[in-house]
């Protein structure tokens, strides 16, 4: 059975930093695209970022350059790190296998404020 499980949410004020992790089980994370999601109260679901095989990465335009997905396939970990949060950063995140199916972690909370 797939799952992940994600860690690493909590209260940071505005500029600071998290990182986010995604332990799976019940797949070898090294040859899937993996993704991170964020869903703010009353606001649609979106991907924040993606990784492939490769190592190869895509952002949404809100945290280009402010935060870095990343892959430990010898741990079957993904993780986000996440520079200059704002307040707008503030959601729960999930990390979820990429296509058409519905293998999502539980999340896990980020609030940004002071």
């Known amino acids: 059975q797939v799952q992940f499980v994600e860690s690493g949410g909590g209260l940071v004020q505005p500029g600071g930093s998290l990182r986010l992790s995604c332990a799976a089980s019940?797949?070898?994370?090294?040859?899937?695209?993996m993704e991170w999601y964020r869903q703010a109260p009353g606001i649609q679901r979106e991907l924040v970022a993606r990784i492939d095989s490769a190592g190869n990465t895509i952002y949404a335009e809100s945290v280009k350059g402010r935060f870095t997905i990343s892959r430990d396939n010898t741990k079957n970990m993904v993780y986000l790190q996440m520079n200059r949060l704002k307040p707008e950063d503030t959601a729960v995140y999930y990390c979820?296998?990429?296509?058409?199916?519905?293998?999502w972690g539980q999340g896990t909370q980020v609030t940004v404020s002071s």
């Open positions: 019940g797949i070898i994370l090294s040859i899937y695209v």
């Open positions: 979820k296998l990429a296509g058409p199916n519905n293998y």
